[in-house]
């Protein structure tokens, strides 16, 4: 019942045994506890860290004892399975994360990463067919004309929807877009165009990009938040969580860069590769930022508030700061600031930017970053799962980049 899945956080001092305390369904027992209270979606891509490093080092039981487990706990336990003409909208869809198959139901556990890598070293052809279903009711969702089995013509770029809790951006729209790509890959080219759409999307609706004490800042605000809302006129705005925004949005930016180098999104149209550098400026803005120092280690805040004005793209970015400001940092600072994971997480989208600006200072600072993280994901010490997820599912990708930059070669195949 439990083969593939792990807690969402165990191993930690504070954590114990898997215990599920008041909410236990099943108090007079403890045997079903891992049932009950682990986490059964691949929690941030956690089980990728399997597939690449038996993709590394050469030993394929890596691959078979862990990541493949998981891939068919997503697939057969996690997917929603419904009969063929079930109209419900999350049939082939994976928003629950929580135990006992449907606990924690909320959008954002639709993590295919590991999932679709199962599918490219095995060819299972449950894959494409499971996620196939979802994907058509997630793009018509996502914008209306492309629903149904003939999908008409993808949403304008500035078109914000009129639904309040849509997202263009953010991790569950990220999800579904690696979905969409998956699909447009392997099996229905049409799906290209929704991934390719949804992120010029959200840089037409919810990114702005201008000039700050002299540099290019570039700041993503969090979508879903009200029905045709957006940032397209001048005012003041919260960011998205860094370390999301950089794990998820910027990881599907990346993606679009390689698979179509030199091919702008949005309105205005932009190169994802000066996005990119923006948004490592922002990142290494806020890690200088008092009570930052501008290390990896010292105090980076979860968001930012901002302001622009003139126009969005290309305008003035102005009061670009910790969100608590002018309130003192929370102490505890707790989800308010950036824990080390969250560095880590965020690591490989500073350094795809710093790479894409060339500037130097940017490079070292993502060389502290990807540094800082591995030390502390080994001082972490933790088994597989949420956390371990985190600090390594991106952090590969960055010492890949990083080392085509630096003398020193901290590994030398160039994988990312």
């Given at each position: 019942?439990t083969?593939g899945?792990?807690?969402?956080?165990?191993?930690?001092s504070?954590?114990?045994?898997?215990?599920?305390?008041e909410?236990?369904p099943?108090?007079?027992?403890?045997?079903?506890?891992?049932?009950?209270?682990?986490?059964?979606?691949?929690?941030?891509n956690?089980?990728?860290?399997a597939t690449?490093?038996a993709?590394?080092?050469?030993?394929?039981?890596?691959?078979?004892?862990?990541a493949?487990?998981?891939?068919?706990?997503?697939l057969?336990?996690?997917?929603?399975?419904c009969?063929?003409?079930?109209p419900?909208?999350y049939c082939d869809?994976?928003?629950?994360?929580?135990?006992?198959?449907r606990?924690?139901?909320?959008?954002?556990?639709?993590?295919?990463?590991?999932?679709?890598?199962?599918?490219f070293?095995?060819?299972?052809?449950?894959?494409?067919?499971?996620?196939?279903?979802g994907?058509?009711?997630?793009?018509?969702?996502?914008?209306?004309?492309r629903?149904?089995?003939?999908?008409?013509?993808?949403?304008s770029?500035?078109?914000?929807?009129?639904d309040?809790?849509?997202?263009?951006?953010?991790?569950?729209a990220?999800?579904?877009?690696?979905?969409?790509?998956?699909?447009?890959?392997?099996?229905?080219?049409?799906?290209?165009?929704?991934w390719?759409?949804g992120?010029a999307?959200?840089?037409?609706?919810?990114?702005?990009?201008?000039s700050?004490?002299?540099q290019?800042?570039?700041?993503?605000?969090p979508s879903g938040v009200?029905?045709?809302?957006?940032?397209?006129?001048?005012?003041s705005?919260?960011?998205a969580?860094?370390?999301m925004a950089?794990?998820?949005d910027?990881?599907?930016?990346?993606?679009?860069?390689?698979?179509?180098?030199?091919?702008a999104?949005?309105?205005?149209?932009?190169l994802?590769?000066?996005?990119?550098?923006?948004?490592?400026?922002?990142?290494?803005?806020?890690?200088?930022?008092?009570?930052?120092?501008g290390s990896?280690?010292?105090?980076?805040?979860?968001?930012?508030?901002?302001?622009?004005?003139?126009?969005r793209?290309?305008?003035?970015?102005?009061?670009?700061?910790?969100?608590w400001?002018?309130d003192?940092?929370?102490?505890?600072?707790?989800?308010?600031?950036?824990y080390?994971p969250?560095?880590?997480?965020?690591s490989?989208?500073?350094?795809?930017?710093?790479?894409?600006?060339?500037?130097?200072?940017?490079?070292?600072?993502?060389?502290d970053?990807?540094?800082?993280?591995?030390?502390a994901?080994?001082?972490?010490d933790?088994?597989?799962?949420?956390?371990?997820?985190e600090?390594?599912?991106?952090?590969?990708?960055?010492v890949a980049?990083?080392?085509?930059?630096?003398?020193?070669?901290?590994?030398?195949?160039?994988?990312e």
């Amino acid at each position: 019942m439990t083969t593939g899945i792990w807690p969402f956080y165990w191993g930690e001092s504070w954590a114990g045994p898997i215990d599920c305390g008041e909410d236990d369904p099943t108090p007079q027992t403890a045997a079903d506890d891992a049932y009950w209270c682990a986490s059964w979606t691949d929690y941030h891509n956690a089980s990728l860290v399997a597939t690449l490093a038996a993709i590394r080092q050469g030993n394929p039981q890596w691959f078979d004892r862990i990541a493949v487990q998981a891939a068919k706990r997503m697939l057969h336990s996690v997917r929603m399975q419904c009969a063929p003409q079930d109209p419900w909208f999350y049939c082939d869809q994976f928003p629950a994360g929580g135990g006992g198959y449907r606990y924690n139901n909320n959008s954002s556990h639709a993590y295919v990463e590991g999932l679709v890598a199962y599918y490219f070293l095995t060819g299972d052809p449950w894959v494409t067919d499971a996620l196939l279903r979802g994907a058509r009711s997630m793009r018509g969702y996502l914008c209306p004309a492309r629903a149904g089995s003939s999908p008409g013509p993808m949403c304008s770029p500035t078109e914000a929807g009129g639904d309040p809790w849509l997202q263009v951006s953010d991790r569950a729209a990220s999800q579904w877009y690696s979905v969409f790509h998956f699909l447009g890959e392997t099996l229905d080219a049409s799906y290209l165009e929704d991934w390719r759409g949804g992120l010029a999307r959200w840089l037409s609706l919810w990114w702005a990009q201008g000039s700050f004490d002299g540099q290019t800042l570039g700041l993503l605000a969090p979508s879903g938040v009200g029905t045709g809302v957006s940032i397209t006129l001048p005012g003041s705005y919260d960011s998205a969580q860094l370390w999301m925004a950089s794990g998820y949005d910027f990881e599907q930016l990346a993606r679009w860069s390689i698979a179509a180098p030199g091919q702008a999104l949005g309105e205005p149209a932009l190169l994802p590769e000066s996005v990119m550098s923006a948004w490592a400026r922002t990142l290494a803005h806020a890690a200088n930022h008092p009570p930052g120092d501008g290390s990896a280690a010292g105090v980076w805040p979860n968001s930012l508030d901002f302001t622009w004005s003139v126009q969005r793209i290309g305008g003035v970015l102005s009061d670009v700061r910790p969100f608590w400001l002018p309130d003192p940092q929370p102490s505890p600072c707790v989800d308010a600031c950036l824990y080390a994971p969250g560095k880590a997480f965020l690591s490989a989208a500073l350094v795809r930017g710093a790479e894409f600006s060339g500037d130097p200072m940017l490079i070292a600072l993502a060389d502290d970053v990807v540094r800082f993280s591995i030390q502390a994901a080994i001082n972490a010490d933790l088994p597989l799962g949420k956390e371990s997820g985190e600090y390594l599912v991106r952090l590969g990708a960055a010492v890949a980049r990083l080392s085509a930059m630096t003398d020193e070669r901290l590994f030398d195949d160039g994988f990312e």
